[in-house]
C-alpha cells in the first residue's frame, strides 16, 4: 500500500518537479549575470563562476548555482555552492533542502532525517524546501512525517489538491493510514472541505464517507455548509433519503428552517433557497424567466412567478420541482395559481411521481392555460407500499410543474402564471 502511495504522490508532484529542473540552468544564470553587472544573461555560470569564486553573491545566487550543478550530476560542486549559500545565510532552508537531495543521491542515510527535520524548521512554509522534504519522507514511506508536509502544502498551494488528492484518497480507505487522514478531519484545515468533496464524488463505499463525516463533526470548528452539501448530494445518490432530509434541513438558517413542513418544503416561496438539497429546484431556460417576487392577492411577501417570452423554438417544460419524501399513504396537494395569459396549446400540469428509480405516475393537477384571477385547485395521489420490493422505486417522490403533452408541437409557451400556498396534506383513510 505503501508503494502504491508513494507513486501517487510522486505522480502529484511530478509537475514540480519538471519544473523545477526545467528552469534551474535559466534562474541560475540569470542571477549570476545581475551580480556579475551584465544585461545578458550568463550562458555558463557554473563555468565562469566557479565553487571558490572571490565573488560576493547572495545566498539565493549561490542556490540557483547548486541548482544548474544538479542538472548536470555534479554533485561535488553542487554540494560546495549550497555551502557557499549557507556561509551568506545560515538560515536558508533551501540551501539545507538540497543537501538533503544530495545526501539522498549519496545514500548518507544516516543525515538524512535530520537534515530534513532542519530544513523545515529553517524554511517552514517555503515551498520548495517543503516539496523536496516531502520527497525525503516519501522514500523512506514515512507517512508520518510526510503528511505534515503536504498539509502545509495543501494550505498554502490548492494547485495540489488535484495531483495528492488520490493518493490522501488512498489513505483514508485504508485501515492502518486511515487514523492519520482522520485527524486532519479533526483539525479541519482549509483544504479539507475541497478534499472531503472530492472523497464524497470518488469513494464508492459510503461507509468511508460517513466515517469521515462523523470525524468531522467531532471537531471543534463548526461544520461548513461546503462540507455538508456534498455529503447530502452523496447521501442522495445512495436513496438514503430520510438521512439526507435530516442533514438537510440542519443546514438550513433559523428563518429557513421555520419554511419546512413534514411533506413539503416553502410552499409559499418565502425563502431564499433553491437548488439544492429538497428545496425548489428552478431551472430556467432560454426565453422563461422563473423567480420568486411580490404580487398582489397572495398571502406573504413573495409568489413564484414563471414568465414565457413569444417562442418559436419548443421548451418541453419541466423547470420547476421539489424532491419529496412520503411515507406510504393517500395525500391531497392544494395551491392557489393565476393565470396572466398564459397561451398555449395544451397548457401546464403539476404531476406527482414515483423518484427512487422508478417513475410511476402518482397524481397530476388539471391543466393550466389562459387568463384568471387568483383560484384554488388540488389533486389528490397514492404513495404505494414501498415495503413491497417491486414498490421500493418510489421511496422518494417528485413534485413537477410539466408541459401536460408529450409532443413537441405543444410546447409553445407565451405569456406567464403565479403559484402560492402549496400545500401536501395527508388523506386520513
Known amino acids: 500500500m505503501v508503494q502504491r502511495l508513494i507513486l501517487l504522490v510522486v505522480i502529484g508532484l511530478l509537475g514540480w518537479q519538471a519544473v523545477t529542473m526545467g528552469v534551474a540552468q535559466m534562474r541560475s544564470e540569470r542571477l549570476a549575470a545581475i551580480y556579475l553587472g551584465s544585461s545578458i544573461p550568463w550562458t555558463d555560470a557554473i563555468d565562469s563562476i566557479p565553487p571558490n569564486a572571490s565573488i560576493n553573491l547572495t545566498s539565493d545566487a549561490w542556490v540557483s548555482l547548486a541548482d544548474q550543478a544538479l542538472t548536470q550530476d555534479n554533485l561535488n560542486h553542487a554540494e560546495a ?100 487522514i482522520k485527524q486532519y478531519a479533526h483539525q479541519a484545515p482549509a483544504w479539507w472541505p475541497a478534499f472531503f468533496n472530492y472523497l464524497t464524488l470518488n469513494e464508492t463505499n459510503l461507509s468511508v464517507v460517513e466515517a469521515y463525516y462523523q470525524a468531522r463533526q467531532q471537531a471543534t470548528k463548526p461544520l461548513l455548509k461546503s462540507e455538508q452539501m456534498p455529503y447530502i448530494n452523496r447521501l442522495l445518490q445512495a436513496q438514503e433519503w430520510q438521512q439526507a432530509r435530516k442533514i438537510w434541513l440542519t443546514t438550513l438558517a433559523p428563518t429557513e428552517q421555520a419554511l419546512a413542513h413534514a411533506m413539503l418544503y416553502d410552499g409559499g416561496f418565502e425563502g431564499s433557497v433553491h437548488n439544492e438539497g429538497f428545496a425548489w429546484h428552478f431551472n430556467p431556460t432560454t426565453g422563461v424567466a422563473i423567480d420568486t417576487k411580490l404580487t398582489g392577492g397572495i398571502n406573504g411577501k413573495r409568489a413564484l412567478h414563471i414568465a414565457f417570452k413569444q417562442q418559436k423554438t419548443p421548451i418541453h417544460f419541466q423547470q420547476v420541482s421539489q424532491r419529496l419524501v412520503l411515507p406510504t399513504g393517500d395525500y391531497s396537494l392544494s395551491l392557489r395559481y393565476r393565470l396572466d395569459g398564459l397561451n398555449t396549446r395544451k397548457g401546464l400540469q403539476w404531476r406527482v411521481r414515483c423518484d427512487a428509480g422508478a417513475t410511476d405516475l402518482l397524481g397530476e393537477s388539471i391543466t393550466l392555460k389562459g387568463s384568471g384571477s387568483w383560484q384554488t385547485l388540488a389533486f389528490e395521489f397514492s404513495v404505494p407500499d414501498t415495503s413491497d420490493t417491486a414498490k421500493q422505486g418510489c421511496t422518494a417522490q417528485l413534485l413537477r410543474l410539466e408541459a401536460a403533452s408529450q409532443y413537441a408541437h405543444d410546447h409553445l409557451f407565451e405569456g406567464g402564471l403565479w403559484f402560492d400556498d402549496i400545500a401536501i396534506k395527508a388523506v386520513e383513510p
Open 81 to 180: 555552492y549550497l555551502w557557499r549559500a549557507i556561509q551568506r545565510n545560515i538560515s536558508s532552508g533551501g540551501a539545507v533542502a538540497r543537501l538533503l537531495n544530495i545526501r539522498n543521491t549519496q545514500g548518507k542515510i544516516q543525515e538524512v532525517d535530520n537534515i530534513a527535520v532542519l530544513s523545515i524548521r529553517l524554511w517552514p512554509v517555503h515551498e520548495d524546501t517543503l516539496l523536496r522534504a516531502s520527497a525525503h519522507w516519501l522514500k523512506k514511506g514515512d507517512i508520518a512525517q510526510l503528511l505534515p508536509l503536504l498539509d502545509k502544502l495543501l494550505t498554502q498551494t490548492p494547485a495540489y489538491n488535484a495531483g495528492l488528492f488520490p493518493a490522501l484518497h488512498t489513505l483514508a480507505q485504508t485501515e492502518e493510514t486511515a487514523p492519520f
